[in-house]
């Protein structure tokens, strides 16, 4: 079973304008954590957001939050005012409980690119 | 800042050859992992490693092994490559606590013949 479901492939959205990601997840461990990357043409994985499930409040970043809804299993991702150097394939992931050695095994969605206009 | 190296940005392999992907990362950091990205299906980990000498499988690791000799190296290896192992790779590092993210390369487009 799918663990992280991005059901957007392509997005567009104008220049100066918000746009949400989408993002649910399944897991009946009680302690995970939700990561977003962005991934420009380039290439490079970069590291944008992360919220934990006993997080009080909803992770802000700069232009990017984390619209998260802990009972609809859903951490969308939000940008206000884009740029068009937002354009990129965006990824949602989910740590997993890990017991070998600790730390935080990701499982990562199929993405959604985001494409800027003018 | 974080630097995850891998040794080469493009290569072009035969079937058959055994095939050495290398990562270096320079923040001391005690978790290290190998994904490979095909396109609708995001990142795919092959292997992970939580210490040195330490391995453990991923979600696919059939045709791959790893090695980790170093703290800051860890290394992919195709015992004998194939064509669907034509892939972008990537490597990334992280410290062990949980939420940490995780710090990516750029990335070894491999292409077999």
């Known amino acids: 079973a799918q663990k992280i479901t991005q059901t957007q492939p392509g997005m567009f959205v104008q220049e100066k304008e918000a746009v949400t990601l989408d993002c649910t997840y399944d897991t009946s461990d009680p302690s995970y954590g939700l990561f977003w990357y962005k991934q420009p043409s380039s290439g490079e994985m970069i590291f944008l957001i992360y919220q934990g499930s006993y997080d009080q409040q909803n992770a802000t970043e700069g232009r990017y939050s984390l619209n998260f809804q802990k009972a609809r299993k859903s951490a969308n991702l939000v940008i206000s005012a884009s740029q068009l150097g937002d354009s990129a394939m965006y990824f949602c992931a989910m740590r997993e409980k ?7 095994k990701l499982t990562f969605g199929t993405g959604t690119q985001l494409k800027v206009e003018l | 800042d974080v630097k995850v190296t891998q040794s080469s940005r493009y290569l072009v392999k035969r079937t058959g050859e ?72 990537l490597c990334a590092s992280s410290f062990r606590q949980s939420n940490q993210p995780q710090h990516f390369g750029d990335g070894t487009r491999l292409s077999i013949l």
């Not at chain 2, 992970?48 to 092994?65: A, C, H, L, T, W």
Request: a negative charge; aromatic letters at 14%.
């Open chain 2, 18 to 89: 055994k095939v050495f992907l290398e990562c270096v990362q320079d923040m001391d950091h005690e978790n290290m992992f190998w994904y490979r990205q095909d396109p609708g299906l995001g990142l795919r980990l092959i292997y992970f490693s939580y210490d040195v000498k330490m391995k453990e499988k991923g979600d696919i690791p059939e045709g791959y092994s790893v090695s980790r000799e170093k703290k800051e190296r860890f290394s992919l290896i195709l015992e004998s490559a194939s064509t669907n192992q034509t892939s972008m790779y």
């Open chain 1, 98 to 104: 890990w017991v070998t050695g600790g730390g935080n």
